[in-house]
């Protein structure tokens, strides 16, 4: 039975633009497309204080860089999913929504992280919880908003 995610509503974000290599910080142009992200967050007039990251340097970046642009109204909460992966790479979704779950403190999440989550989360969420098809793939700097109520 699949395993649902215990939160109303998901912003789903991948780290900003870095350089060329992965322990780069972001580039200015990472910092402008997730400052873009955060001025969506603050229009929608949202609190998403329980939020998860990687500790990839490009997504903790994407992380403080919302935070910094939405203020207060973001709780410092992190938690990590790096280990939910399996031997060859993929994000094991179920086991990131358990725990994603067990660190609940209010009922929207963001959570900043690389192509591979940002694109099978939603997937596997809508074809398992709506009966939905998604197919997306996302850029540095773009994510996905979803309504976990109404898909």
């Known amino acids: 039975m699949p395993v649902q995610l215990n939160y109303d509503k998901a912003f789903i974000i991948r780290h900003g633009h ?3 290599s992965v322990g780069n910080p972001l580039s200015e142009k990472g910092r ?4 873009y992200i955060a001025g969506l967050i603050d229009k929608l007039g949202l609190k998403i204080p329980t939020l998860f990251s990687s500790t990839e340097r490009r997504a903790l970046e994407t992380l403080f860089v919302i935070q910094d642009e939405i203020g207060e109204r973001m709780l410092h909460f992190q938690r990590t999913h790096d280990n939910l992966y399996d031997k060859i790479g993929n994000p094991e979704i179920e086991e990131f929504i358990e725990y994603a779950n067990k660190f609940r403190v209010s009922r929207q999440i963001l959570i900043t992280t690389h192509a591979d989550m940002v694109e099978c989360l939603p997937q596997y969420i809508l074809k398992n919880h709506f009966q939905k098809e998604f197919k997306g793939e996302f850029g540095h700097g773009e994510g996905v908003y979803m309504d976990l109520k109404t898909g």
Not at 32 to 35: G, L, M, V
């Open 32 to 35: 402008t497309q997730i400052k």
């Open 18 to 20: 870095y350089g060329s």
